[in-house]
């Protein structure tokens, strides 16, 4: 919304309103949060320092695939999700409304899922959320071959928003299963390291594709890797700790 109708409010500079809106907003963000009280976990005082190397955490296979679910799954978003106005806007010729129509419709499927995603976490278990969040973004790639309309990338682009949801919220969740309360900071750590900078490298790449390769390249390149993750979610179902998690509920 801020791009469509702050395109114009500085007429010499296109999408200067644009920018201006968006400084307001974080400098409003940046408010609320010095209004926080700093994160303090109510056991903490009897925490015993982690004796695991993090060697040790992140070479658990429930570990791998929690930190893979989210960084593919950031990273094919991000990258679909930066291309599409790219395609739509400079190679197809569609207006600035109309991607917005699109984009927006994308942010409601990627946050709206997350009010059920707790309840069906524990109704269908956390890799299979994933498992139909992967299958989502496969699908969502599928879509975006078959046509170039508003509507081919409306749906293509709901799809990536629901698929992102379910195999991020349930890779997040995932990774809590594989360490201690001592050990999270560590195991945080690497798991926001990758996930933020896989998805940083793909919001750049992403115009580099449209460039050389098109759209149609661009939906080809999720599929083998959201395959593998599927294989991989299917290896680890029967995790001792999946079991171990599930009895602490």
Same mark, same amino acid.
């Given at each position: 919304?801020?791009?469509?109708?702050?395109?114009?409010?500085?007429?010499?500079?296109?999408?200067?309103?644009?920018?201006?809106?968006?400084?307001?907003?974080?400098?409003?963000?940046?408010?609320?949060?010095?209004?926080?009280? $700093?994160?303090?976990?109510?056991?903490?005082?009897?925490?015993?320092?982690?004796?695991?190397?993090?060697?040790?955490?992140?070479?658990?296979?429930?570990?791998?695939?929690?930190?893979? !679910?989210?960084?593919?799954?950031?990273?094919?978003?991000?990258?679909?999700?930066?291309?599409?106005?790219?395609?739509?806007?400079?190679?197809?010729?569609?207006?600035?409304?109309?991607?917005?129509?699109?984009?927006?419709?994308?942010?409601?499927?990627?946050?709206?899922?997350?009010?059920?995603?707790?309840?069906?976490?524990?109704?269908? !278990?956390? =890799?299979?959320?994933?498992?139909? !969040?992967?299958?989502?973004?496969?699908?969502?790639?599928?879509?975006?071959?078959?046509?170039?309309?508003?509507?081919?990338?409306?749906?293509?682009?709901?799809?990536?928003?629901?698929?992102?949801?379910?195999?991020?919220?349930?890779?997040? =969740?995932?990774?809590?299963?594989?360490?201690?309360?001592?050990?999270?900071?560590?195991?945080?750590?690497?798991?926001?390291?990758?996930?933020?900078?896989?998805?940083?490298?793909?919001?750049?790449?992403?115009? =580099?594709?449209?460039?050389?390769? !098109?759209?149609?390249?661009?939906?080809?390149?999720?599929?083998?890797?959201?395959?593998?993750?599927?294989?991989?979610?299917?290896?680890?179902?029967?995790?001792?700790?999946?079991?171990?998690? $599930?009895?602490?509920?």
């Amino acid at each position: 919304m801020l791009a469509t109708n702050g395109q114009d409010w500085i007429v010499s500079i296109p999408y200067a309103g644009t920018m201006f809106a968006l400084c307001a907003l974080f400098v409003l963000q940046s408010a609320l949060f010095l209004m926080l009280d $700093a994160a303090r976990d109510h056991d903490e005082h009897e925490q015993l320092p982690s004796e695991r190397p993090l060697a040790e955490i992140v070479r658990q296979p429930l570990f791998m695939v929690a930190v893979l !679910g989210g960084t593919v799954g950031y990273g094919l978003m991000t990258l679909i999700m930066t291309a599409t106005p790219l395609s739509m806007h400079i190679n197809d010729g569609f207006s600035i409304e109309e991607v917005s129509s699109v984009i927006q419709a994308h942010v409601l499927g990627m946050y709206v899922p997350s009010l059920a995603a707790g309840f069906l976490i524990e109704k269908v !278990g956390v =890799t299979r959320l994933m498992f139909v !969040g992967a299958f989502g973004l496969l699908v969502a790639s599928i879509i975006g071959l078959q046509g170039h309309s508003v509507l081919h990338y409306w749906w293509a682009l709901v799809l990536l928003g629901v698929g992102w949801n379910f195999l991020y919220v349930g890779g997040t =969740t995932l990774l809590t299963y594989t360490y201690s309360m001592a050990e999270r900071f560590r195991a945080q750590a690497v798991n926001e390291f990758l996930v933020f900078g896989t998805s940083a490298t793909a919001s750049l790449l992403a115009g =580099t594709v449209m460039h050389f390769f !098109g759209w149609g390249i661009l939906m080809l390149v999720p599929m083998p890797i959201l395959i593998a993750i599927c294989a991989a979610l299917v290896m680890v179902r029967k995790d001792p700790l999946l079991d171990r998690a $599930a009895l602490a509920k």
